[in-house]
C-alpha cells in the first residue's frame, strides 16, 4: 500500500513565524502536490513537484515556498505565516502525474494566531 | 463560474436508500477522479475513470464525455458512508506531468441508522 505521511495533524503557530509542513511517500512517486482546502472552496493547488528540484506553481502559491530536495520528501513552506494561511494542508503523491491516481496524506490543520 | 460543479452539496439519506451525486465538468478532459474524505480529513481516491463505467462493492461510477457529466452511485447506504464526497477532473489530452486536477466543492453526506 501506498503511504502518504504528513509530519503533523494539528499545529498552531503565531503570526510571523516560519512553519515547514514536511510531506513523506515511500512508493517512489515522482509526482508530489500540496493542497489547501477551506470550507466552499474545496481543494486548491499551492504547489507540485514532477521531479527532484522541480517545483511548479499552482493555483494560489503567494505566501508559500517548496522544497524537494528527495524524492520521497515534499516540503511546503510558510516564510512569515498569517491569519489568512489558518487551513487544513493536504500532501498528495502519483505515479505519473495527475492523470493517474493520487493518494493523499491524512492532512495538517494549521492555525495561525 | 466553476469548471467543475457537484450536486447536491449537502446529502441526508437513510441506510438502505439509493444515493446520487451528480458532477458536470465544462472542460475537456482525460481523466475523472471521485474521492471519499472522511471527519478528519483524510482523503481516499475512489474511482478514476475516463469513459463508461465503473463498480467496486456498493459504488458505482458513470461518466459521459459528450456530456460532461459523471455520476457516483452508493447502492444500499449505510451510516460509514457518510463522508464528503469530491470530483476532480484533469483537463487536456493524456500524458506528461503537468496538467492539474480541478475540484469540486464536494458533496456531504449524511446517513441516517
Known amino acids: 500500500d501506498v503511504k502518504v505521511t504528513q509530519s503533523s495533524r494539528y499545529l498552531v503557530k503565531r503570526t510571523g513565524e516560519k512553519v515547514f509542513l514536511e510531506c513523506v511517500q515511500d512508493m517512489d512517486h515522482e509526482n508530489m502536490f500540496w493542497y489547501r482546502q477551506d470550507p466552499g472552496l474545496g481543494l486548491r493547488l499551492i504547489y507540485f513537484s514532477y521531479d527532484v528540484k522541480m517545483k511548479e506553481k499552482g493555483d494560489i502559491p503567494e505566501g508559500y515556498s517548496v522544497s524537494r530536495e528527495k524524492k520521497e520528501r515534499f516540503s511546503l513552506i510558510l516564510e512569515s505565516a498569517s491569519t489568512n494561511q489558518t487551513s487544513m494542508y493536504l500532501c498528495a503523491s502519483s505515479l505519473w502525474g495527475t492523470s493517474d491516481e493520487q493518494y493523499f496524506g491524512p492532512g495538517t490543520r494549521l492555525t495561525v494566531t | 463560474k466553476n469548471e467543475v460543479e457537484q450536486s447536491p452539496q449537502n446529502l441526508t439519506a437513510q441506510e438502505g436508500e439509493f444515493i446520487t451525486i451528480n458532477c458536470s465538468y465544462s472542460?475537456?478532459?482525460?481523466?475523472l477522479h471521485w474521492l471519499q474524505q472522511h471527519p478528519g480529513g483524510g482523503i481516499v481516491s475512489l474511482f478514476m475513470l475516463s469513459s463508461g463505467k465503473k463498480k467496486h462493492g456498493r459504488l458505482i461510477a458513470t461518466i459521459n464525455i459528450q456530456e460532461k457529466h459523471s455520476s457516483l452511485h452508493i447502492t444500499a447506504s449505510h451510516p460509514r458512508d457518510s463522508a464528503v464526497y469530491i470530483c476532480a477532473v484533469r483537463a487536456g489530452g493524456y500524458g506528461g506531468s503537468q496538467g492539474n486536477l480541478i475540484f469540486g466543492k464536494g458533496t456531504k453526506l449524511s446517513v441516517k441508522p
Open positions: 472542460v475537456g478532459i482525460s481523466a
